[in-house]
Structure formats: C-alpha cells, structure tokens
Nanobody, 121 residues
Framework: QVQLVESGGRSVQAGDSLRLSCAAS????????VVWFRQAPGREREFVAA????????DYADSVKGRFTISRDNAKNTVYLQLNSLKPEDTAIYYC??????????????WGQGTQVTVSS
C-alpha cells in the first residue's frame, strides 16, 4: 500500500500563493489518479482537484477553478497543488488520496494525514 504525506501548508494572507505537495512512499503511485480534498472546521470534506495517472486529465471544484492547479511528477512520485489568489474561505486541512484507478473513480486506496492552510484577510 502506498503511504502519502502532504506538506507545504502554512498561514498566509489573502491573495498569497502556496504550493502543496503530496509525496508517495512504499510504492509508486504513477498508475493512480490522485485527488486533493479539503476540510474546514465544522464543514464536510470537499473535493478540490483530481489528476489522472499521466497528468493528461484534470478536474477542479468550481470554487477553485482558475486559482488552483494540480500537477504531478511521476519521476518524483509527487503530486502538487498550486494555490493562487488565496481567500479566507480556502482555510482548511488539505488532504491527498490515491485513487484505485488511473482515472478519477472516487474509490481510494490511501490517504495522507493532511496539511493545514490558513488564509487571513
């Protein structure tokens, strides 16, 4: 089973940018789609972005479209989430998950522990 570790979260000001990383260990996840979720205090976990195994297909939540970019480097066994034009409502714990399939299916093999992003106005 692949182990996932997120990093890159921190406290920033509105309008700033961050890049989150999701690093895999234990085995490669180059044949898995990878998905980013987030969960804000008192709210349910929500989908943020997904990327296919090759990086050729991506999908985004409407709330982040045009501001966030998901990408991957399979040679480094890492998926990234670039967060631009951050807003206070982006404050949440961000998690990555390895999908069971090469293209986003909604079924996950592994989850990371999350990284906290806090955006102040």
């Amino acid at each position: 089973q692949v182990q996932l570790v997120e990093s890159g979260g921190r406290s920033v000001q509105a309008g700033d940018s961050l890049r989150l990383s999701c690093a895999a260990s234990g085995r490669t996840f180059s044949r898995n789609a990878v998905v980013w979720f987030r969960q804000a205090p008192g709210r349910e976990r929500e989908f943020v972005a997904a990327i296919s195994w090759s990086g050729g297909s991506t999908d985004y939540a409407d709330s982040v479209k045009g501001r966030f970019t998901i990408s991957r480097d399979n040679a480094k066994n890492t998926v990234y989430l670039q967060l631009n034009s951050l807003k206070p409502e982006d404050t949440a714990i961000y998690y990555c998950a390895a999908d069971r399939m090469p293209i986003y299916s909604g079924y996950y093999d592994s989850w990371g522990q999350g990284t906290q992003v806090t955006v102040s106005s």
